[in-house]
């Protein structure tokens, strides 16, 4: 089944101690991205990867990292988490940045920092 | 800025139709996306536009006007079901995707 795989569905932490979010995709889309959602407000982008070794930030990367290795796996980095970035995380994919298909999302991690 | 103004919340009765709006103004356009949102799921997709007219599915239809920056999610027969979140989104001259807030669709018997 064609599908983005995120992990972990639920997460609460502590402030300051890094976590990372997986995401893995078996479409082979080469774009895929990072939104976190907040009440009220649109989701905004985080990161997002054009293919492999290629990343750039969206409009509110500050406090994370993501990296690219393989065309499957963008993975999420908190460094040093804050109550701030208590939210819900969406993971996205698409075949291209410039294709009509819409983006394909994951279920969703939902991640609580006290 | 990149705007994009949805309705915040619309209520339908079940059989019915209901219509959500959507505007915009980006910098350049390259599609237009309506994704469904049940609560606390992940979005899934609904439309996309790209050329100004009505494009229809099933119970779904979208409209885009470029010119007005406009759109509309025309839903029909409306099910009990269809409570969700409704969101547009349009790509940008970056191919970013710049998203609405949603509107959430109750839906009463």
């Known amino acids: 089944e064609a599908q983005v795989t995120q992990n972990p569905r639920y997460l609460i932490t502590v402030t300051g101690k890094k976590l990372t979010v997986t995401c893995s995709q078996n479409m082979n889309h080469e774009y895929m991205s990072w939104y976190r959602q907040d009440p009220g407000l649109g989701l905004r982008q985080i990161y997002y990867?054009?293919?492999?070794?290629?990343?750039d930030k969206g409009d509110v990367p500050e406090g994370y990292k993501v990296s690219r290795k393989e065309k499957r796996n963008f993975p999420l980095i908190l460094e040093s988490p804050s109550p701030n970035q208590t939210s819900l995380y969406f993971c996205a994919s698409s075949l291209s940045e410039t294709g009509t298909g819409g983006y394909t999302f994951g279920s969703g991690t939902r991640l609580t920092v006290v | 800025g990149q705007n994009i103004d949805q309705p915040t919340e619309m209520t339908a009765t079940e059989g019915a139709i209901v219509q959500i709006n959507c505007t915009y103004q980006t910098s350049g356009f390259n599609g237009l996306f309506w994704y469904q949102q049940h609560a606390g799921e992940a979005p899934t997709f609904l439309s996309y536009n790209v050329l100004d007219g009505l494009e229809e599915k099933g119970r779904f239809s979208s409209f885009l006007s470029r010119s007005k920056g406009y759109s509309y999610l025309l839903l029909k027969e409306l099910q009990m079901k269809d409570s969700a979140s409704y969101l547009c989104a349009v790509k940008d001259s970056n191919y970013q995707l710049i998203w609405g807030a949603g509107t959430k669709l109750i839906i009463k018997p």
């Open positions: 990867s054009m293919n492999v070794e290629v990343t």
